[in-house]
């Protein structure tokens, strides 16, 4: 008996001949470029480095696009975005030691956001592998160790014929759900020495879906449909599984109010009756919430920022969808159902039972008194400027380009305040929280999409961290304007001394004249205020390739409600 499984293509006369005869002059570098290509791969970042020679002369040899930033960690933030862009495994090519290194923070964002990067480092020459010693530049006694606890997978290469296979392992792993960076290593010698191996021609990694189980979704869709106050939390993983559309359809099919958390931003129309848009960060919207009897979460795991600093306490039965089994009730008890959250919202959708406006009344009323509630506490708290700065990008920003925001006051109020205008439109570093994400990142949505501008928002101490990049934007002419709001130091951290401590410590910082600085790197730059900086940033965004808007303001964060009263 003959089984699908034992049926193999057999190969051309054509593909015989090519695998008989491969090209001189190839090296395991090629190896790894070929298989990148075969999977589908069309662009790598990177940084060249001593020992990853190999792969970076293998470029030139074939059709995949480079762009080059000039930090590491800045690379992996391009890597990100180009994965939450497309997403597909964005390559990144690192060399080893300090510069595989240097990239672990960017891959711990992406670990957090559940973006897809398939970082591909070299290694010491294989007689070092295993901590032997011998004192190779940048011998580490195991590389790979520093990245296990950040990473997906970690893939160790020895030979070049592990190369094709451990690539294609690498590229499935980043793209199953959760999606997440994956890392590969490979030593020196082996993509220096000269191969016989035929040209890669292809490549076989399609991801393995997660559906649900049907006896949760039945439970959970009994539940939703016999709820009294059903209410849902969409967080990321709405968001990477395309699954907006879904969200809508369900909740309106269960007259639903909606909340979407920072990673979750355009998941739901900002202004639909039963959107409470992103104020996850605000009292009103807790209660609301610990009030539902029911409370969906697709795609969340309720950690610190999406349940308002751990604050949160619902009363009510949970069900969560979540596709990351670490996160699966990691916070509250739920019924927990694991799976990617397309898949889940179908199922649920087909099951539920409609609600009918008359049967289930007052979830839009309820929904504007929420939304009421949470205007007048700001406006009570005198940040006029803050809201209008807000307001004024969002204005400049045309509705289909995508934002990347660093952490900086503005950026906290984004999570908050600023309508996404859809799905996979504003992206932050909120997963890890690190310094520097902003500018880099929108670099490689750019490179991603070059068809429309991209706006990157940092505040002047994340800028710091990502000047370098103005080369690489002006060397590949990436259409990315950088708006940066400078108020002389770390300014969030600034607050949370002053209000800790009575006054801060290690915040101020001098900083450079950006705009001169910009336009050393033959980058338009301007500096603007609050009353001009809607016209301001509408132009450079309006002008093709790289430009920096420079905002000298200091802003404020409106008051928490996580904390007791003082």
Known sequence: M?????????????????????PAGRNGGDLVVETLAGLGATTVFGLPGQHALGMFDALRRSTLRYIGLRVENNAGFAADAYGRITGEAAPLLLSTGPGALTSLAALQEAAAAS?????????????????????????????AASFRGVVKSVHTVRTQSQIPSAIEAAWKSALTVPHGPVWVEIPQDVLLAQTRIPVVTGGDAFPEELPP?????????????KAAR???????????????????QLAEVLQAPVVTTPGG???????????????????????????????????????????????????????QIEADLGKLESNHPALGIHADARLALQALLETVEPVVERARPGAAERVREVLAKVADRIAAQELTLEQEVLASVRKA??????????????????WSAFDAKGPNHMHSAQGAGGLGYG???????????????????????????SIAELATARQYDLNVTWLIVDDGGYGILREYMTDAFGEPTATELTRPDYVALAESFGVPGVRTSPETLEADLAKALA????????????????????????
């Open 2 to 22: 003959t089984h699908d499984h034992d049926l193999v293509l057999r190969p051309t006369q054509a593909q015989i001949a090519a695998a008989l005869n491969p």
């Open 115 to 143: 973006a897809p990067v398939l970082a591909i480092s070299s290694q010491i020459p294989t007689p070092g592998l295993g901590g032997g010693r011998h004192g190779y530049l940048h011998e580490l006694p195991d590389q």
């Open 213 to 225: 189980r049907p006896e949760l979704t039945a439970v959970a869709a009994d539940l939703l449909s």
């Open 230 to 248: 059903p209410a849902i939390i969409a967080g990321g993983g709405v968001v990477r599984s395309d699954a907006s559309g879904k969200l809508r």
């Open 265 to 319: 931003k355009g998941a739901f129309p900002w202004k639909h009756p039963l959107s409470l848009q992103s104020w996850i960060e605000d009292r009103h919207t807790t209660d609301f919430l610990e009030d539902a009897d029911v409370l969906l979460v697709v795609g969340s795991g309720l950690g610190e920022l999406s349940s308002n600093y751990h604050t949160f306490k619902p009363r009510g039965r949970v069900v």
């Open 397 to 414: 920003l045309p509705a289909d380009s995508p934002s990347f925001w660093d952490m900086t006051i503005l950026a906290y109020w984004a």
């Open 439 to 465: 500018f880099p990142a929108a670099l490689g949505a750019a490179a991603a999409d070059p068809t429309r501008p991209v706006l990157a928002v940092s505040g002047d101490g994340g800028a710091l961290y």
């Open 543 to 566: 002008t093709p390739g790289p430009s920096v808007v420079l905002l000298p303001a200091v802003l404020r964060m409106f008051a928490p409600t996580h904390l007791p009263p003082s």
